[in-house]
Each structure stands twice: as structure tokens, then as C-alpha cells.
């Protein structure tokens, strides 16, 4: 019953330092999409996935990298963390993007640059 | 602008009818959405609503579609404090693979 999985939940990182948020579904959804959220706002899209090895930029990519080398996994990677990337950061899939379509999300993690 | 926009907070008290609002600008949306997001979880479909419908009851939800306006609302009847949450109102269109979301309207319960 694990739907969308994010790891970590909590993570502090320091400005210039790297990371990667772990992101795994396990429904064989094909459309998986990474997006964050800042206080008082509405989910922005960052980066989006039909499926494994294709992957397409969201609204606010800049900063970001992901890859997609399997159905299951979607990683999100920040290579040099500033400040205004401190957000939480939801990872969601579907099946697909069709309306009706129920777009499953994970717990979030929450990023602290400083 | 915003794609989507909603007012950021609503008080109500329990066992009262919650009516939350959501305003979009593309005429070309074909479904609209209501997500819900408890604290520290993330977000959880409740209900959606086709653009060729003008109404959708489901239990306590009503989704009720206003297209001339691009007006969306959702009431939920007798509510309850386990519905103290942030609602986000979504939409999907042609085009697009992706959800935009609003910045979503925190409902507080009083009891």
C-alpha cells in the first residue's frame, strides 16, 4: 500500500551544497511530476516525466535536474542549493494526464537552505 | 497573473456548510479539481468536475461550475473539524500534462 514514496522528509542543507530528493512510485504509473511549494502559494511545477527516459521542464525549473531511468523512480537533484529553493517538495504520479485522472502524491519533504 | 485563484482562509463552525471559491482564467480548461492537504501530508483528490457539467455532488461535496464566470466552488455540508485542511482548487486543460493549481484556501473548523 505504498502509493508515492519521497525520502527524506526533513533535510537542512547548507548554500552551495548538492542534493538529491528520492522520489519512487509503485502503481507502473507513467507520469510522474516534481513540484514545490512556498508559504501561502500553490504548487508550482517544476519538472514532469511521460516515462522512463523522458523527461520535460514544468514552470520553474531553473536549478534543477531530474532523470527517469526507470518507471518507478524519479529523482529531482539541486546541484548548488541557494536560499530561494528552501520549499517543500512534493513528487505525484498518474497514469496519465487525462482529465478524471487522479494524480497520487507523496508526504513531501521539507528543505531548508541557509 | 495567477492561473488559478483562491482566498487564502475560511473560519467556519462545525456542523455549518463551508463554501470555498476558486477562480480561473483559461476558457480552455476541460477538468477542474478539488485537492485536499492535511498538515504535514500531502495532497488528496476529493472530487473533480468535467467543463461540460455544471454541477457534481458526491456525499458532503458539492462542486458547482460556473464556466461564463470561470467560477468554481465547492461546498461541503455539516462540517466537521476533521475537514479542517488547505483546499486547493486545480485545473487540467488540452495541451497541457500537468496540473495548475491554485494557492489554496486554509478552512478552519471551529467547534
Known amino acids: 500500500n505504498a502509493g508515492v514514496t519521497q525520502t527524506p522528509k526533513f533535510r537542512i542543507l547548507k548554500i552551495g551544497q548538492s542534493m538529491t530528493l528520492q522520489c519512487a512510485q509503485d502503481?507502473?504509473?507513467?507520469?510522474m511530476y516534481w513540484y514545490r511549494q512556498d508559504p501561502g502559494m500553490g504548487l508550482k511545477l517544476i519538472y514532469y516525466?511521460?516515462?522512463?527516459?523522458?523527461?520535460d521542464k514544468g514552470e520553474v525549473p531553473n536549478g534543477y535536474n531530474v532523470s527517469r531511468s526507470t518507471t518507478e523512480d524519479f529523482p529531482l537533484r539541486l546541484e548548488l542549493a541557494a536560499p530561494s529553493q528552501t520549499s517543500v517538495y512534493f513528487c505525484a504520479s498518474s497514469f496519465s494526464p487525462e482529465g478524471g485522472t487522479e494524480a497520487f502524491f507523496g508526504q513531501g519533504t521539507r528543505l531548508t537552505v541557509v | 497573473g495567477e492561473d488559478v485563484e483562491q482566498s487564502l482562509f475560511l473560519s467556519v463552525r462545525e456542523g455549518d456548510s463551508s463554501v470555498i471559491n476558486c477562480t480561473y482564467t483559461d476558457s480552455s480548461s476541460t477538468y477542474l479539481y478539488w485537492y485536499k492537504q492535511e498538515p504535514g501530508a500531502g495532497l488528496q483528490l476529493l472530487t473533480y468536475i468535467f467543463s461540460n457539467m455544471d454541477m457534481k455532488q458526491d456525499q458532503r461535496l458539492t462542486v458547482l461550475l460556473n464556466k461564463k464566470d470561470k467560477h468554481l466552488s465547492l461546498r461541503i455540508a455539516d462540517t466537521q473539524t476533521g475537514d479542517s485542511a488547505i483546499y486547493f482548487c486545480a485545473e487540467m486543460h488540452t495541451g497541457r500534462r500537468a496540473l495548475t493549481f491554485g494557492s489554496g484556501t486554509r478552512l478552519q473548523v471551529q467547534p
Open positions: 516525466s511521460v516515462g522512463a527516459g523522458i523527461t
Open positions: 502503481m507502473n504509473h507513467n507520469y
